[in-house]
């Protein structure tokens, strides 16, 4: 394959085997003025300034070719700073997955002025205002529907979601494009993968249109510092292999907070090394290919 042609004022490492895109990197400066509302001022490891001369040295160290930065604040004109934040360096900023509240008066108002800016490629439920009566409200379900509408992408952290909520989701709007954060949730232990979580997965998986992140293995790990070798990872992602296929799984890191556990290069080592087997056609669509096709990304540069 071609070499990426990378322009602007950027340094770029070319990756010589195959691209690679992050789907999953968090942006923030804890020295505004206004502050933000993550991380928390008692995070030794993520408050500090996370902006994108810090990424560009990771990106460059470790043949990173491009990535879209997801939501890492509730605050609604935080997606317009982060657009600011990275429109000097279009080639390696490609896309933004934005925090708008589902289920209220002014999401389509938003949606619609963010989305004139065609990195913002959709958003991520985060936060779950009013607990477990939140898909009672039909204002949820219009404004999911309008994201459907609008060929926008919806990621979900399962923090405060389950894969059933996912399940539900999909089969009510089967033309939405859903992405499953951080390995589905998995609590990772190095031993064989939990069974329910395994008929989660394996529930979930059966809609077409429901994707999933291979990102922030060193978070869903219980053994902390993050073991570094494949074996203890192997597990779950062996059964997201099986379960989501070569089509539907998608890079990302959750860079800084990946630091927690490890270098930017030793959580790509783990996973470059569950992949080192795949054939080459599924390298490429997990590392790069599957990512443009979901958030209807233009091709590298």
Same mark, same amino acid.
């Given at each position: 394959?071609?070499?990426?042609?990378?322009?602007?004022?950027?340094?770029?490492?070319?990756?010589?085997?195959?691209?690679?895109?992050?789907?999953?990197?968090?942006?923030?400066?804890?020295?505004?003025?206004?502050?933000?509302?993550?991380?928390?001022?008692?995070?030794?490891?993520?408050?500090?300034?996370?902006?994108?001369?810090?990424?560009?040295?990771?990106?460059?160290?470790?043949?990173?070719?491009? !990535?879209?930065?997801?939501?890492?604040?509730?605050?609604?004109?935080?997606?317009?700073?982060?657009?600011?934040?990275?429109?000097?360096?279009?080639?390696?900023?490609?896309?933004?997955?934005?925090?708008?509240?589902? &289920?209220?008066?002014?999401?389509? #108002?938003?949606? !619609?002025?963010?989305?004139?800016?065609?990195?913002?490629?959709?958003?991520?439920?985060?936060?779950?205002?009013?607990?477990?009566?939140?898909?009672?409200?039909?204002?949820?379900?219009?404004?999911?529907?309008?994201?459907?509408?609008?060929?926008?992408?919806?990621?979900?952290?399962?923090?405060?979601?389950? @894969?059933?909520?996912?399940?539900?989701?999909?089969?009510?709007?089967?033309?939405?494009?859903? @992405?499953?954060?951080?390995?589905?949730?998995?609590?990772?232990?190095?031993?064989? +993968?939990?069974? #329910?979580?395994?008929?989660?997965?394996?529930?979930?998986?059966?809609?077409?249109?429901?994707?999933?992140?291979?990102?922030?293995?060193? %978070?869903?790990?219980?053994? %902390?510092?993050?073991?570094?070798?494949?074996?203890? *990872?192997?597990?779950?992602?062996?059964? @997201?292999?099986? +379960?989501?296929?070569?089509?539907?799984?998608? *890079?990302?890191?959750?860079?800084?907070? !990946?630091?927690?556990?490890?270098?930017?290069?030793?959580?790509?080592?783990?996973?470059?090394?569950?992949? /080192?087997? #795949?054939?080459?056609?599924?390298?490429?669509?997990?590392?790069?290919?599957? /990512?443009?096709?979901? *958030? &209807? @990304?233009? /091709?590298?540069?």
């Amino acid at each position: 394959m071609a070499s990426v042609f990378l322009a602007g004022c950027s340094t770029y490492q070319k990756n010589a085997d195959i691209p690679i895109i992050d789907t999953h990197i968090h942006l923030y400066d804890t020295t505004r003025p206004q502050g933000l509302p993550w991380p928390p001022k008692d995070d030794e490891v993520l408050y500090r300034p996370v902006l994108t001369e810090h990424f560009d040295k990771v990106s460059d160290e470790n043949g990173i070719n491009a !990535t879209v930065i997801v939501e890492a604040s509730k605050w609604i004109p935080d997606n317009q700073w982060v657009l600011d934040l990275v429109k000097h360096d279009p080639n390696r900023y490609i896309g933004l997955v934005g925090s708008l509240e589902i &289920g209220t008066p002014d999401f389509k #108002k938003h949606l !619609t002025k963010l989305s004139k800016d065609g990195r913002f490629v959709g958003i991520r439920m985060r936060e779950r205002p009013g607990g477990d009566s939140f898909f009672e409200n039909e204002a949820v379900w219009s404004d999911l529907q309008l994201l459907s509408d609008r060929n926008q992408t919806l990621d979900v952290l399962m923090f405060r979601y389950s @894969l059933d909520d996912v399940d539900m989701i999909s089969k009510r709007l089967p033309n939405l494009k859903i @992405l499953i954060n951080h390995v589905a949730g998995a609590d990772i232990e190095g031993e064989p +993968a939990d069974l #329910k979580w395994i008929a989660a997965v394996q529930k979930v998986a059966k809609n077409p249109n429901v994707n999933c992140k291979i990102s922030g293995l060193f %978070q869903q790990s219980h053994r %902390q510092p993050s073991p570094r070798n494949l074996s203890f *990872y192997q597990s779950e992602l062996d059964v @997201l292999w099986e +379960a989501f296929g070569e089509d539907r799984l998608i *890079y990302g890191s959750n860079w800084p907070v !990946t630091m927690r556990g490890g270098t930017y290069g030793e959580y790509l080592a783990v996973v470059k090394g569950f992949f /080192a087997d #795949k054939r080459r056609a599924a390298r490429e669509k997990f590392f790069f290919k599957n /990512a443009l096709k979901f *958030y &209807g @990304l233009p /091709a590298l540069k």
